[in-house]
């Protein structure tokens, strides 16, 4: 799986929008993208995925450049309860790859 | 059930002791994994277990590990004779397990099983 590179932390207003950058220069063209986080002691928890186009859900968008080296997790109002680290993890699709490796992430810490 | 859930949520045990970790995947995903994640550390992978196939067992870090999985459903894991080092937060997630579009791959995380040996 590609390696990511992620911003070792970030600070965010409550409130605003918190952007999250990593980049994936190597991922290859059958790679998604996942992005997971962990609240202090708890298990790492889904937030989305994608391979190509934006992605939306209840929590954030994912935007993925059309070169795919690189993609943006947006929360868009973010609160006290995002604090978190947040991963960034290129998986390959299909047998033989299904377990994440998890890098060192971006501590979000949402600022009142 | 609604998630993936673990117990015990914490287990204080004596070097030397045996210890079993119990996994409850989420109802109908065939796929099944254990973490662990030491103290400041990232989550490192032990063991996947899918359907009825064999399961990879290439991150157990030594034969004091061992785990099992009844069909589709619970899973434990087991670590014999305990160590200092294995002081962790042993971390299971479940998938549908079938590929397609990642949705599929999908892991889901339990809260986690915080194991202190003394």
Known sequence: DAKTTQPTSMDCAEGRAANLPCNHSTISGNEYVYWYRQIHSQGPQYIIHGLKNNETNEMASLIITEDRKSSTLILPHATLRDTAVYYCIVRTSGAGSYQLTFGKGTKLSVIP | ?118
């Open chain 2, 1 to 118: 059930g609604a998630g993936v859930s673990q117990s015990p949520s914490n287990k204080v045990t004596e070097k030397g002791k045996d210890v079993e970790l119990r996994c409850d995947p989420i109802s109908g995903h065939t796929a099944l994994y254990w973490y662990r994640q030491r103290l400041g550390q990232g989550l490192e992978f032990l063991i996947y277990f899918q359907g009825n196939s064999a399961p990879d067992k290439s991150g157990l870090p030594s034969d004091r590990f061992s785990a099992e999985r009844t069909g589709e459903s619970v899973s434990t894991l087991t670590i014999q004779r305990t160590q200092q080092e294995d002081s962790a937060v042993y971390l299971c997630a479940s998938s549908l397990g079938t590929s397609g579009r990642g949705r599929g791959e999908t892991q889901y995380f339990g809260p986690g099983t915080r194991l202190l040996v003394l």
